[in-house]
């Protein structure tokens, strides 16, 4: 089937505890991305990658790593987390661009306390 | 740069009835846009997408959108509402990094 996988889907953690969500997807799209929604602001682009060692600032990047070093995963790395990083985040990717159709994982609800 | 703007932040109608999402948008290119639904506790969805073809596009689930240039408006409308229709609707506009708007909550009425 395919599918956008991410690990974890909850998370509470603490101020300053560095994690790391995974991303996973088996469809070999070029384009993978990383989304933070919050109430009334829709989604936001963190990060996004267009292939391989290829990756690039969204809307709102601070407080946020990102790697790409096989095609499937792109993990998002919080190095260290604040409150502010509370959020529901997801994952996407398309076969190409962000003109393609996105397809989206489950979602990561992260709390940080 | 572009921006996208959905004009109403909840939209209630009873079932059965037409539904009207509004979705007006702006950039400096010629943009793709898209229609993503998000039921509760769930990732989202590719309900439709235009793409400069057709400006009448026609998705699933019975939703079609109509692509106005000269309003720059995207608004996605259903004939008859069904309860599962009941979700977050997303405009989204991209002509390099995706812009979503802030979200429409339907809300169906038995």
């Known amino acids: 089937e395919a599918q956008v996988t991410q690990n974890p889907r909850y998370l509470i953690t603490v101020t300053g505890k560095k994690l790391t969500v995974t991303c996973s997807q088996n469809?070999?799209?070029?384009?993978m991305s990383w989304y933070r929604q919050d109430p009334g602001l829709g989604l936001r682009q963190i990060y996004y990658?267009?292939?391989?060692?290829?990756?690039d600032k969204g809307d709102v990047p601070e407080g946020y790593k990102v790697s790409r070093k096989e095609k499937r995963n792109f993990p998002l790395i919080l190095e260290s987390p604040s409150p502010n990083q509370t959020s529901l985040y997801f994952c996407?990717?398309?076969?190409?661009?962000?003109?393609?159709?996105?397809?989206f994982g489950p979602g990561t609800r992260l709390t940080v306390t | 740069a572009q921006s996208v703007t959905q004009l109403d932040s909840h939209v209630s109608v009873s079932e059965g009835t037409p539904v009207l999402l509004r979705c007006n948008y702006s950039s400096s290119y010629s943009p793709s846009l898209f229609w993503y639904v998000q039921h509760p506790n769930k990732g989202l969805q590719l309900l439709l997408k235009y793409t400069s073809a057709a400006t009448l596009v026609k998705g699933i689930n019975g939703f079609e959108a109509e692509f106005k240039k000269s309003e720059t408006s995207f608004h996605l409308t259903k004939p008859s509402a069904h309860m599962s229709d009941a979700a977050e609707y997303f405009c989204?506009?991209?002509?390099?990094?995706?812009?979503f708007g802030r979200g429409t909550s339907l809300i169906v009425h038995p």
């Open positions: 469809m070999n799209h070029e384009y």
């Open positions: 989204v506009v991209s002509d390099h990094i995706p812009t």
């Open positions: 996407a990717s398309s076969p190409r661009g962000s003109s393609y159709e996105q397809y």
């Open positions: 990658s267009m292939n391989v060692e290829v990756t």
